[in-house]
């Protein structure tokens, strides 16, 4: 687990690239806020997962048919609205 935690704090990702933009906008004393929010939040997240939080939630796998079966029926009917719509 600590070498999961490790990899992905120091892989780019979205708050590793904010984290980087605040302190080029706003300068490193003033981005420390961001930054300290953002560590502490992914470290909640990293000891939810590594102290079993995730177990109690296998019913959202039975919800993965019928929602996929749900989207593609959307985005069919999407589709076929796009094609008998007007000229713009």
């Known amino acids: 687990m600590a070498l999961f935690a490790l990899t992905t704090s120091i892989t780019p990702g979205p708050v ?3 984290c980087a933009l605040s302190g080029g906008r706003f300068g490193f004393w003033r981005s420390t806020g961001f ?3 953002a560590t502490l939040c992914f470290v909640a ?3 939810g997962l ?3 939080l995730v177990t109690g939630t296998g019913w ?3 919800l993965s048919t019928p929602l ?3 989207g593609t029926a959307y ?3 999407l589709a076929w609205r796009i094609s008998q719509a007007g000229a713009l």
Do not use: F
């Open 68 to 70: 996929t079966w749900l």
């Open 50 to 52: 590594g102290s079993g």
């Open 16 to 18: 590793n690239v904010i």
């Open 45 to 47: 997240l990293l000891l």
């Open 75 to 77: 985005l069919m009917w």
């Open 60 to 62: 959202v796998e039975a």
């Open 35 to 37: 930054v300290t929010g």
